[in-house]
């Protein structure tokens, strides 16, 4: 049992390290930076942060979400995606370690899953949905998907009903009611679910998605004109099934398919 407990809050306190990373390279990507030169330094005063303040979670709730040298304040997304990171990487990883099994498979799934840590963050900030990081996110897709026993079928199906749908919906608008990236990030997560994988995403994505512009409509927070990415969307979608990979299924069944 204290083993157990060990392992996660290893695991917690790296994936949230890696979170740490992950918001680093988002935003350094956006502002055209090289993600791995250069010290963290406040985007306020531009001051240097020390080791103390550079502590995943912990710095954010003693400096009560403000800069040290400003005052500033600190952005949620921060925390989150520390929080976010080091959750997955406890799911993921957490049960095979325990166990100990082989780690190959679920240390490919965290790494997709940071990958759609990068582009939630990066989507949600710019509306973009940069390539570089969907043919990576390909790559490990393909690796998993071979790995796992994937048949070449399945992941073809799963590509072309995830893109092709998207793709469907970005000719019918002229590019205005869905980008391109969309389509794009949509083949990767294809391979990596499958056909009912790739369905039953896409499902959970314009469902949730509904919820929230009708939410923002609602609130006034938002207007019919108002662009909404939708890739944080599809991306979240694939966290879901990540932690809960027995959704296809059960919702296929409840379709009585």
Same mark, same amino acid.
């Given at each position: 049992?204290?083993?157990?407990?060990?392992?996660?809050?290893?695991?917690?306190?790296?994936?949230?390290?890696?979170?740490?990373?992950?918001?680093?390279?988002?935003?350094?990507?956006?502002?055209?930076?090289?993600?791995?030169?250069?010290?963290?330094?406040?985007?306020?005063?531009?001051?240097?942060?020390?080791?103390?303040?550079?502590?995943?979670?912990?710095?954010?709730?003693?400096?009560?979400?403000?800069?040290?040298?400003?005052?500033?304040?600190?952005?949620?997304?921060?925390?989150?995606?520390?929080?976010?990171?080091?959750?997955?990487? &406890?799911? !993921? *990883?957490?049960?095979?370690?325990?166990? =100990?099994?082989?780690?190959?498979?679920?240390? @490919?799934?965290?790494? +997709? $899953?940071?990958?759609?840590?990068?582009?939630?963050?990066?989507?949600?900030?710019?509306?973009?949905?940069?390539?570089?990081?969907?043919?990576?996110?390909?790559?490990?897709?393909?690796?998993?998907?071979?790995?796992?026993?994937?048949?070449?079928?399945?992941?073809?199906?799963?590509?072309?009903?995830?893109?092709?749908?998207?793709?469907?919906?970005?000719?019918?608008?002229?590019?205005?009611?869905?980008?391109?990236?969309?389509?794009?990030?949509?083949?990767?997560?294809?391979?990596?679910?499958?056909?009912?994988?790739? &369905?039953? !995403? *896409?499902?959970?994505?314009?469902?949730? =998605?509904?919820?929230?512009?009708?939410?923002? @409509?609602?609130?006034? +927070? $938002?207007?019919?004109?108002?662009?909404?990415?939708?890739?944080?969307?599809?991306?979240?979608?694939?966290?879901?099934?990540?932690?809960?990979?027995?959704?296809?299924?059960?919702?296929?069944?409840?379709?009585?398919?």
């Amino acid at each position: 049992m204290l083993e157990t407990v060990f392992t996660v809050f290893i695991l917690f306190a790296l994936g949230s390290a890696i979170g740490s990373f992950l918001h680093v390279v988002a935003e350094r990507y956006m502002a055209g930076e090289n993600p791995f030169l250069g010290n963290s330094m406040c985007p306020h005063c531009k001051k240097k942060l020390t080791a103390r303040e550079l502590v995943p979670i912990f710095s954010y709730i003693f400096q009560k979400a403000k800069c040290r040298g400003c005052n500033a304040y600190i952005p949620m997304h921060y925390v989150l995606l520390e929080l976010l990171s080091g959750f997955l990487c &406890v799911v !993921l *990883l957490a049960p095979t370690l325990v166990s =100990g099994q082989i780690l190959v498979v679920p240390i @490919l799934l965290y790494v +997709s $899953a940071c990958i759609l840590i990068i582009l939630i963050h990066i989507d949600a900030r710019s509306m973009m949905l940069p390539d570089r990081f969907i043919r990576f996110l390909g790559i490990i897709a393909f690796a998993i998907a071979l790995y796992s026993g994937m048949s070449g079928d399945n992941m073809a199906y799963g590509a072309l009903i995830g893109s092709g749908l998207i793709y469907a919906i970005w000719l019918a608008t002229a590019g205005q009611g869905i980008g391109f990236g969309d389509v794009k990030l949509m083949i990767p997560l294809g391979i990596l679910f499958g056909f009912q994988g790739a &369905v039953t !995403l *896409l499902f959970i994505a314009f469902f949730v =998605g509904g919820l929230v512009g009708i939410v923002l @409509l609602a609130t006034h +927070s $938002a207007t019919r004109k108002t662009a909404i990415p939708f890739g944080p969307f599809l991306a979240g979608a694939a966290l879901v099934l990540l932690v809960f990979p027995s959704i296809p299924d059960r919702f296929f069944a409840l379709l009585g398919v």
